[in-house]
């Protein structure tokens, strides 16, 4: 049992250096940003997926291509998302032209992860158990 729950620690370390590796910038879009009433979808995610982002809604999922500051192409929908920051320079919402639609969403305080940080949030989560 201390053998796997150290392979666990271990895995844990390098997975933390690992994304340490990858574009911090792009942490700052990750989240969840909602959209008002009547709108084709009423909120996406964006999560780091590999080294880049990913957009996810009920209509589909779509990688995130960098164009500019706080530009992206939504490459499955031949569209853009332009990321608003407010004075601080946070990331509070986006804006989204794709597929004839165009929407302004404001980021929430929900929390978005990777499918790598969820795995090992959840393998943290049955050992505490435990």
Do not use: H, W
């Not at 999560?47 to 530009?71: A, C, F, H, I, R």
Request: glycine share 10%.
């Amino acid at each position: 049992m201390k053998k796997l729950m150290m392979f666990c620690l271990l895995l844990g370390v390098v997975t933390f250096a690992q994304a340490q590796t990858k574009d911090s910038t792009l942490n700052d879009f990750v989240g969840k940003y909602k959209f008002p009433d009547g709108s084709i979808v009423t909120e996406v995610t964006v999560s780091m997926e590999g080294e880049g982002l990913v957009m996810g809604s009920s209509v589909g999922n779509s990688t995130l291509v960098k164009t500019g500051e706080d530009q992206f192409s939504i490459t499955a929908y031949d569209g853009t998302a332009q990321f608003k920051r407010d004075a601080n320079k946070k990331v509070i919402g986006v804006n989204i032209n794709a597929g004839g639609y165009v929407l302004e969403g404001t980021k929430s305080d929900g929390i978005a992860f990777d499918r790598a940080s969820a795995i090992l949030l959840k393998r943290q989560l049955f050992f505490q158990r435990k």
